[in-house]
């Protein structure tokens, strides 16, 4: 039973952190994507 618990901790941390990395990465590379996409768009 205690396994049971301590697995579903840690897959809902691993969740947590991919979800937070995922943010992460988003934050960082969609707004230099818009800038590429419009500069492409403009030129």
Known sequence: MRFS???QNHHML???AKA???VITCRSILPNML????VDFFL
């Not at 800038?35 to 419009?38: D, G, M, S, T």
């Open 20 to 22: 937070c990395w995922i």
């Open 35 to 38: 800038l590429f996409l419009n």
């Open 14 to 16: 691993l969740a947590q």
């Open 5 to 7: 618990v301590s697995y």
